[in-house]
């Protein structure tokens, strides 16, 4: 029950910063597929990195046991296929599931609208799993994280990514600026 | 100016994080050498082959079954809903403190010392398997005497006929 009651609150939290970010626009989100606005690339890697830099530095002082941190586990075909769904889901309806929440929620009809599309779309996986069964289970990686998948320390990649983040913003502005 | 900083800040963070070494506490494990040898000594450390088809078929909530054999003896045949992990992985796992784990090996002692290493990593509700995958192929896969086990999982009793997966067929190559 507490955990539900901590899920309501980050989720509120969750909306609350995507709202603020400009992130329930749809136009706003239909501009990174577009390269003219890289704002959903700077919110979330941004959020990545923040996340990423808290869990490894709790971690290592001591303050976190990081080994019981849930890490969902990997099905790498079915996961691709997924990715590839949700993308030209995204593309198409110019939100994705938490920025339409967030639209619907600041009364946009676009946003409300895909939360219906996107509730039909469960509904109708639901009805049809047994349809695709054997490939949603398919591919099973277990709990896989980059460091074991690379085989480098957790910190190098931690640095890593670190300086992606920040080599994408930089790219990103110039786009940004010259769209 | 507010953005140049953070940028700084997550680059110093990051940079220091690349020679600061692993942040889980696999390396900052204690034993308890007293604790380890009771739970041994009430037989708390394992748990047979008919208990764990019970908790199987019982779904068991939070059962979480790791198999430590190669990928290629996992592939051949595995325990239902088993994940495999290879040995040198298992430390940097991570499980929920809800979990049970029950650790597989092929013959029970590469599983036995998994769980001494988990254990010594604060895991409380862990136990391995113990005699082994051989063990879940003689007691519940093809018993002497079928039992409601066997025929759940789709085993046959000894004699067997068919190339059936059976202990004779996969049992106990290694550790």
């Known amino acids: ?179 | 100016m507010i953005r140049r900083t953070l940028a700084v800040v997550a680059l110093a963070a990051g940079a220091l994080a690349a020679v600061s070494g692993s942040p889980f506490r696999a390396e900052r494990a204690t034993i308890d050498v007293a604790q380890l040898a009771h739970a041994v000594a009430v037989e708390e450390d394992h748990v047979t082959a008919l208990e764990l088809a019970q908790w199987i078929r019982d779904r068991k909530p939070g059962l979480r079954i790791i198999d430590l054999r190669t990928a290629a003896e996992f592939a051949e045949y595995h325990v239902p809903r088993a994940e495999r992990i290879a040995f040198e992985q298992l430390l940097g796992t991570p499980f929920r403190p809800t979990e049970t784990i029950v650790l597989i090996s092929d013959g029970g002692a590469h599983a036995a010392q998994a769980w001494v290493f988990l254990r010594a990593l604060g895991h409380r509700d862990v136990y391995f398997l113990r005699g082994g995958l051989g063990e879940w192929l003689d007691e519940v896969m093809s018993p002497s005497k079928p039992t409601d086990l066997t025929r759940y999982f789709g085993g046959m009793p000894r004699p067997h006929a068919n190339g059936a997966v059976t202990a004779e067929t996969i049992r106990r190559r290694g550790c």
Not at chain 1, 139 to 149: D, F, I, M, N, S
């Open chain 1, 1 to 179: 029950m507490n955990a539900l009651v901590v899920a309501v609150g980050i989720g509120i939290a969750f909306g609350f910063a995507l709202e603020r970010a400009g992130l329930g626009d749809a136009r706003k989100l239909a501009g990174q597929f577009y390269g003219t606005d890289f704002t959903v690339l700077k919110v979330m890697f941004s959020a990545i990195v923040t996340a990423m830099l808290g869990a490894y530095w709790l971690g290592r002082l001591g303050v976190v046991d990081l080994s019981q941190v849930y890490v969902p586990e990997t099905w790498f075909l079915p996961q691709l296929a997924g990715g590839a769904i949700f993308g030209a889901g995204f593309v198409l309806a110019g939100l994705c599931p938490g920025t339409s929440c967030v639209a619907a929620a600041t009364g946009r009809g676009d946003g409300a609208l895909v939360m219906l599309g996107m509730f039909a779309g469960v509904l109708g996986s639901g009805l049809a799993f047994d349809a695709f069964r054997g490939f949603y289970e398919s591919t099973a990686r277990g709990a896989l994280t980059l460091p074991q998948l690379l085989g480098v320390p957790y910190g190098v990649v931690v640095c890593a990514v670190v300086v992606m983040a920040l080599l994408a913003f930089t790219i990103a502005e110039k786009l940004e600026a010259r769209a």
